[in-house]
């Protein structure tokens, strides 16, 4: 049996009884160091699911969560532009689409509000992500300096809605 397929995947609303799994994604998603301080703990997605302005969303296979993202959609109103605070997905099930399922709803969603776009920050040395973001249209890099951990530079991306 192949671990999973598109067919097989759905996106819904987490629950509190996600967050355990959730946490566990969180760790084996950003084991690097520089991702230590900014994963998300229990009591962050506690909070999360609380918060009218987040959107939050799991990607789930067979009952397995497999990934989420979160969104803010309160920041910069003035720019109208929402924020992509994070996404990630088990390794395991990693290169399947499911992180491009993610961003597209929450993208799709951010559009149909008449935000202008989508703004988020990576890790330079997160090569893969970045590639990720391009690949969904996230453009206009710019170098934020020792935005990780005080230690290591970020990069703010944005995606403009047409
Ligand atoms: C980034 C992440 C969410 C991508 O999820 P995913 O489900 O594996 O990605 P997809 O299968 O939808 O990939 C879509 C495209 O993005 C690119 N891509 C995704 N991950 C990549 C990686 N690690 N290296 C290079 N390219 C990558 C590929 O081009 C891929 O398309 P292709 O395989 O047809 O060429 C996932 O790798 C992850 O959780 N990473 C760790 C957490 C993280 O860095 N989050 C982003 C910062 S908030």
């Known amino acids: 049996m192949t671990r999973s397929s598109a067919a097989t995947l759905k996106l819904r609303r987490p629950r509190i009884t996600d967050i355990p799994r959730l946490v566990e994604i969180e760790r084996a998603a950003f084991a690097a160091g520089y991702y230590r301080e900014h994963r998300l703990t229990a009591a962050d997605f506690e909070m999360l699911l609380r ?6 969303l ?13 969104g803010d959609l309160s920041l910069s109103k003035a720019k109208r532009l929402a924020r992509l605070d994070s996404i990630a997905v088990d390794p ?8 491009s399922r ?3 709803r929450f993208l799709a969603h951010a559009h149909r509000l008449g935000y202008r776009g ?21 453009r206009r890099p710019r170098r934020l300096a020792k935005y990780y951990n005080g230690r290591v530079d970020g990069l703010r991306m944005t995606y403009k809605f047409r």
Not at 92 to 99: D, L, P, Q
């Open 58 to 70: 799991v990607a789930e296979s067979r009952r397995l969560v497999v990934g989420d993202l979160v």
């Open 102 to 104: 993610l961003a597209r």
């Open 118 to 138: 989508v703004t988020l920050e990576v890790a330079v040395p997160n090569r893969g992500a970045q590639r990720f973001f391009s690949g969904l249209g996230f």
């Open 51 to 56: 918060r009218d302005e987040t959107f939050f």
């Open 92 to 99: 395991e099930w990693g290169a399947r689409r499911i992180g």
